[in-house]
């Protein structure tokens, strides 16, 4: 009997070491992806001695400046909506934080918020950006918040969409593939797997319309998951290594810039309600709710952001860090309506 049992046993594990072997897939070589993923507008620079970094710089060269930070496992193709809005009275720099998009990432250098704040500062300093307002989308959006905190005479104003960085967010709704990436066991199985079923899950679940997620763009998403040494890096932001920092009230009591706080009503992945925690908490911050959007609301409701945040931005984008302390963000849109929401008068759209 014990016979039977272990080879049972036996033959589980290579079934199920055949099927992880027939699902691993290699790394796909930065030149292949740069052939696919490339803009016209792409460029490259290096940073921190060797690291290769991919972003977009356009619009006026004289213009106030706009710098935009894409959350976890995506890339600066989120922003595509918003510049082609913005560029024409902003200077426009989107960026691939390291181990994202087309961006090199080291092996030895802990990613991680800190990491990313420290990027987002050496890309603006070596691009000679003196002032600049600054957005950030989900785990972008908390490179933002502490961007802020950390260079705050840099920053002209400051738009969270989407923002992480509570400390009790509610995590029981994730989409599977953030929910598994917090296994151990998980992850090291997952390192070299074809994620592009979880992946598509995962964008399905950041829109509240699911049929927006396209073929190309899961393809994208999967592709550029698989650069040399993204897989590891977002492995370890998913481990719990990305900031020791939480938002608390006190804390982001110290961001006096004008802030914008945007938000998909139906984000499945970070509730509703951080908007009205974050507007609370910041001095002068706004915030708008879109009732018909999730996670990306920059790509959801692309028009209807961009406008909110040309809207903000020719109110405040060329206001001075002196000025700005005493400044209170004003609505951005005259169709916003004070909502129910606690914690500050939440706009709903």
Known sequence: MLRKFAAIILTLVAVLAAGWFALKRPD???????????????QFLTVSGDIKLHYTDTG?????VVVLVHGFAASLHTW??????????????????????????SDDHPVSI????DTVEAVTRKLKVDQFSLAGSSMGGNVAWQYALAHPDQLASLILVDAS????????????????????????????????????G????????????????????TA?????????????????????????KQRLADIRVPTLILWGKQDNLIPVGDAARFEA????????????????????????????????????????????TDAVATPVSETAQTGNATGGGLRPR
């Open 165 to 200: 960085g509570w400390p009790d967010a509610n995590q029981g709704d994730d989409p599977l593939v953030f929910r598994l990436l917090r296994i151990p066991l998980a992850r090291i199985l997952m390192k070299d797997l074809d994620l592009s079923g979880l992946i598509e």
């Open 281 to 324: 908490a910041l001095p002068n911050a706004v915030a708008i709710t879109y009732p018909d959007a999730g996670h990306i609301p920059q790509e959801e409701v692309a028009d209807e952001s961009a406008s909110d945040v040309r809207a903000f931005l020719d109110r405040h984008a060329a206001v001075s860090p002196a000025m700005s």
């Open 114 to 117: 800190d990491y990313y704040v």
């Open 80 to 105: 595509q909506p918003w510049r082609k809005t913005l560029e024409n009275s902003y200077r426009v720099i989107t960026l691939d934080l390291p181990g994202h998009g087309l961006s090199r990432v």
């Open 28 to 42: 796909i070589p930065y030149e292949t992806l740069e052939s696919s993923y490339t803009l016209p507008e792409s």
């Open 60 to 64: 006026p060269r004289d213009a106030p």
């Open 224 to 248: 550029m998951s698989r650069a040399p040494g993204h897989r590891d890096a977002m492995l370890r932001l998913m481990a719990g290594s990305n900031s020791r920092v939480k938002a608390s």
């Open 202 to 221: 995962g964008l399905r679940d950041s829109f509240a319309n699911p049929d927006l997620v396209s073929q190309d763009m899961v393809e994208r998403y």
